[in-house]
């Protein structure tokens, strides 16, 4: 589903963010991102719904060569994508029934059909009763659910989630990783960014660890805590 | 507009601003075009006569003349109309011509010239063809004068194009200016449109449909200021000046420079908000 080859990411020259990664992250595939600050974790994932453009390298997501997409494709990448930041991103002065929707008016939905599959959606992440409230009158916990929702109201192929939940306490945090993982056995293929190895433990599924811009290790699912080394 | 009040007011505000500076212009030009217009309507040509022919005779020279496609009229001026007129404009000083005859003025033709006709290479020319008629004594007419009539209104036209050509420039900016506060304001809107995979096209069109709204309440708002300065404050003070030289009323825009304000509001508020959204909608660096 997502294929990295000999990929570089330079802000400033001969200062990589990223240095020649190569990946390939199977269909369905639930992969963790992992790594100290400033190892490169987000700017892999940018790269993947080109709010970055590889220095060096080609990126293939489903089979198609992301690297020379110009704008006017980029959204049309992005429609195949649910993208889940730390800090939300809700729109505040949009109700959170209409951030869910937004993503489906952008791919010119039906109306019936929006209304129908945001239900659905905000049904799966417990938040049905929430509809009409605004973002800023919702917990943290719950922001993210709807930051979930709208994620994954498009059934999008890759999720991409850049530590969602970095600023939510222990209890909420199990609260989303259920949902990924549901998203996960629905057949979405998921990559995580994280610095939480206590999740990782918790949660155990591939694990990818950066360190200055390079992959460290890659990691197969922890068995009964071990982790058995690709 | 209602997401921000503020910013969406100080957009309509610099647009009106903007534009009612333009209607002030374009009101004092569109007058004083009137009132030199009115100087070029009274424009003729003297002929005085040496000798003034039998009646029969005169009205066969004032056809002939009223015959040129660029003369509009002529009208005889006998001696005694001359003397009576000179006369009156003594005013006060009448007496000094007591006890003259009216023999000492010369009657004349005044030659008026049809309006579309009023330049200066029409009057020369006109002027040409009847000096070389010996039935005319002498010609005056208002030579240097037309020439800097003609240069002025030149001047008038160029100096109003660049002004409102600069006024517009920098509305445009300032607007433009305006619409990038309100989109920092919705930076993180812009961007989540983005992130879910909306095209240029769907992120920007309200915003632009936003902008030229502004524009046009704008403009409107232009068109109701200058209107209400011109009815207080225009009509009295430049009314009375423009009385001394001999216009009795001034008037406010035609309708259809009024629609082009309007419609100048809704383009200055597109393009600026047109330039404002070209440095937020995008969708990645290389």
Redesign the interface.
């Known amino acids: 589903m997502v294929q990295f080859f000999n990929v570089s990411k330079a802000y400033q020259r001969d200062l990589n963010a990223l240095s020649d990664i190569n990946l390939k992250v199977a269909k369905g595939e639930f992969v963790y991102l992992t790594g100290p600050s400033g190892a490169g974790k987000s700017t892999l994932l940018?790269l993947l719904?080109?709010?970055?453009?590889p220095t060096r390298g080609q990126i293939l997501v489903n089979g198609r060569n992301i690297t020379r997409f110009g704008?006017?494709r980029?959204?049309?990448?992005?429609?195949n994508?649910g993208?889940v930041f730390q800090d939300f991103?809700?729109?505040?002065?949009r109700t959170v029934y209409e951030n869910v929707s937004?993503?489906l008016e952008?791919?010119g939905r039906k109306r019936f059909e929006i209304s129908k599959k945001v239900y659905q959606t905000l049904k799966n992440v417990g938040l049905e009763h929430r509809l009409n409230h605004y973002p800023l009158q919702l917990s943290g916990g719950e922001q993210q659910r709807v930051a979930v929702a709208?994620a994954l109201v498009?059934d999008p192929l890759v999720l991409l989630a850049d530590e969602p939940t970095g600023n939510l306490d222990p209890e909420v945090t199990l609260d989303i990783m259920e949902l990924f993982k549901g998203a996960n056995a629905r057949g979405t293929t998921i990559l995580m960014a994280t610095h939480d190895r206590g999740l990782i433990h918790q949660f155990p599924r591939r694990v990818i660890t950066l360190e200055a811009g390079q992959i460290a290790t890659d990691d197969l699912p922890l068995v009964d805590g071990f982790a058995d080394s690709m | 507009m209602r997401q921000s009040p503020v910013l969406s007011l100080a957009a309509v505000g610099t647009v009106a601003v903007a534009l009612a500076l333009l209607a002030f212009f374009a009101i004092a030009v569109l007058n004083v075009q009137q009132l030199t217009a009115s100087w070029g309507e009274n424009l003729a040509i003297v002929a005085y006569l040496d000798e003034v022919p039998e009646e029969a005779k005169l009205k066969r020279w004032v056809k002939e003349i009223e015959a040129y496609p660029e003369v509009g009229s002529v009208t005889f001026v006998s001696r005694a109309q001359a003397f009576e007129r000179f006369r009156k404009r003594l005013g006060d000083d009448a007496d000094l011509v007591e006890g003259l005859g009216v023999e000492v003025l010369p009657a004349s033709l005044e030659i008026s010239l049809a309006e579309d006709h009023l330049s200066e290479v029409t009057v020369t020319g006109l002027v040409e063809r009847l000096r070389r008629d010996s039935r005319f004594d002498d010609l005056q007419y208002g030579q240097g004068w037309l020439e800097k009539l003609e240069a002025f209104l030149l001047l008038l036209r160029i100096s109003g194009s660049a002004l409102g050509g600069f006024l517009v420039f920098a509305a445009l900016v300032i607007v433009s200016n305006t619409i990038k506060l309100t989109l920092y304001a919705r930076q993180d809107e812009l961007e989540a449109m983005a992130m879910v995979g909306g095209t240029s096209l769907f992120i920007k069109l309200p915003y632009l449909i936003e902008g030229t709204l502004q524009g046009v309440i704008g403009g409107l708002t232009a068109l109701g200021l200058s209107f209400l300065v011109f009815e207080l404050i225009l009509q009295e003070s430049l009314g009375s000046l423009l009385l001394i030289t001999g216009i009795d009323t001034i008037h406010f825009l035609p309708s259809t420079w009024q629609l082009f304000l309007i419609a100048c509001g809704g383009l200055i508020g597109l393009l600026g908000s047109l330039f404002a959204l070209r440095k937020f909608v995008r969708y990645g660096s290389a």
Do not use: N
């Open positions: 940018k719904y080109c709010a970055e453009r704008s006017s980029i959204p049309l990448l992005r429609r994508l993208i991103k809700l729109l505040t002065r937004f993503p952008v791919q709208r498009v």
